[in-house]
């Protein structure tokens, strides 16, 4: 099923700065030497295809929509807030300049921006979007991304009301889980082996496959990475995963009562010998048999 995105304005996520946004007589042209990509934007990885189809649109029609950019802070030229994926088109089809709107943005209002932007496009890998999202509530609580951390999972246990109330503006922002659940279940991902995030930015592996390879020893890894990239399904994945288990020892008390049990039923006079209430005990105990067992029974399957 396709992730539905989030569809709101980028000047609605920046409050009271709805203006600085809009597109009007202040969309100029720069020289491409002068604008470089954000070091925090969330999309570290963009897919060769995908870029290859949108320079070809770049060249045939130009850069129809300005990149949004603030200027930088140190080194002269700008940063891109929004726009790197036309930004890198641009690079490829050789063009010399492209349409900006230049804009005082703030280090949490070109996260948020960079973001969102992202998260209405398809492709952005789930590895991606939980570092970004982690990068946006750690600007929005003053932390560090592991402070960040630290302070989700400590709201699972004891809710702070006004962390709370940031958490959820965050999530309201991007609108698409909430942040009980991103801590739940998204933050662990961080923590995953090198290789499987790799293998998520780069060639799009499924989270909830990413997450049985990630599981599993490390001698392990690399062959279950092997068949998740060639397409194997999570319950392929999983019944790999169960024939790598050893099989525990039987209890050796309980192969003594099954063997006597055994020998004591498959005596041939033991039916004989039976009385009628005896008998008639014997049918209640042999329904009362699992039903994985009497199928087996019936089967006359070899119950090892």
């Given at each position: 099923?396709?992730?539905?995105?989030?569809?709101?304005?980028?000047?609605?996520?920046?409050?009271g700065a709805?203006?600085?946004?809009?597109?009007?007589?202040?969309v100029?042209?720069?020289?491409?030497?002068?604008?470089?990509?954000?070091?925090?934007?969330?999309?570290?990885?963009?897919?060769?295809?995908?870029?290859?189809?949108?320079t070809?649109?770049?060249?045939?029609?130009?850069?129809?929509?300005?990149?949004?950019?603030?200027p930088?802070?140190s080194?002269?030229?700008?940063e891109?807030?929004?726009?790197?994926?036309?930004?890198?088109?641009?690079?490829?089809?050789?063009?010399?300049?492209?349409?900006?709107?230049?804009?005082?943005?703030?280090?949490?209002?070109?996260?948020?921006?960079?973001?969102?932007?992202?998260?209405?496009?398809?492709g952005?890998?789930p590895?991606?979007?939980?570092?970004?999202?982690?990068?946006?509530?750690?600007?929005?609580?003053?932390?560090?991304?592991?402070?960040a951390?630290?302070?989700?999972?400590?709201?699972?246990?004891?809710?702070?009301?006004?962390?709370?109330?940031l958490?959820?503006?965050?999530?309201?922002?991007?609108?698409?889980?909430?942040?009980?659940?991103?801590?739940?279940?998204?933050?662990?991902?961080?923590?995953?082996?090198?290789?499987?995030?790799?293998?998520?930015?780069?060639?799009g592996?499924?989270?909830?496959?990413?997450?049985?390879?990630?599981?599993?020893?490390d001698?392990?890894?690399?062959?279950?990475?092997?068949?998740?990239?060639?397409?194997?399904?999570?319950?392929?994945?999983?019944g790999?995963?169960a024939?790598?288990?050893?099989i525990?020892?039987?209890?050796?008390?309980?192969?003594?009562?099954?063997?006597?049990?055994?020998?004591?039923?498959?005596h041939?006079?033991?039916?004989?010998?039976?009385g009628?209430?005896?008998?008639?005990?014997l049918?209640?105990?042999?329904?009362?048999?699992?039903?994985?067992?009497?199928?087996?029974?019936?089967?006359?399957?070899?119950?090892?």
């Amino acid at each position: 099923m396709t992730r539905k995105r989030p569809q709101r304005e980028l000047g609605g996520l920046l409050g009271g700065a709805q203006a600085l946004t809009q597109a009007g007589p202040e969309v100029q042209r720069l020289p491409l030497e002068q604008l470089r990509p954000y070091g925090s934007q969330p999309r570290r990885y963009i897919g060769t295809e995908e870029l290859e189809r949108l320079t070809r649109s770049v060249r045939e029609q130009g850069v129809l929509q300005p990149l949004l950019v603030r200027p930088a802070s140190s080194g002269g030229g700008f940063e891109i807030a929004a726009g790197e994926r036309r930004y890198r088109a641009a690079l490829a089809a050789g063009l010399a300049e492209v349409p900006v709107l230049v804009r005082p943005l703030t280090d949490l209002q070109m996260i948020e921006v960079g973001l969102v932007e992202n998260l209405q496009r398809e492709g952005l890998s789930p590895i991606d979007e939980t570092e970004g999202l982690l990068r946006l509530i750690a600007l929005r609580l003053d932390l560090t991304p592991g402070g960040a951390r630290q302070a989700l999972m400590a709201n699972l246990r004891n809710p702070d009301p006004q962390q709370v109330a940031l958490l959820e503006d965050v999530f309201a922002l991007v609108g698409q889980q909430t942040w009980q659940s991103f801590a739940k279940n998204k933050l662990r991902m961080l923590q995953w082996p090198p290789e499987v995030l790799e293998a998520m930015r780069s060639h799009g592996l499924p989270y909830s496959v990413a997450g049985i390879v990630a599981a599993v020893a490390d001698e392990h890894r690399p062959r279950l990475l092997d068949m998740a990239l060639g397409g194997a399904t999570g319950r392929e994945l999983r019944g790999a995963v169960a024939a790598l288990r050893p099989i525990p020892p039987a209890d050796p008390l309980v192969v003594r009562q099954l063997e006597q049990v055994r020998r004591t039923l498959g005596h041939p006079r033991f039916l004989q010998q039976l009385g009628r209430g005896q008998e008639a005990e014997l049918k209640k105990w042999l329904k009362q048999m699992p039903k994985w067992m009497r199928e087996r029974v019936e089967e006359g399957a070899d119950p090892t």
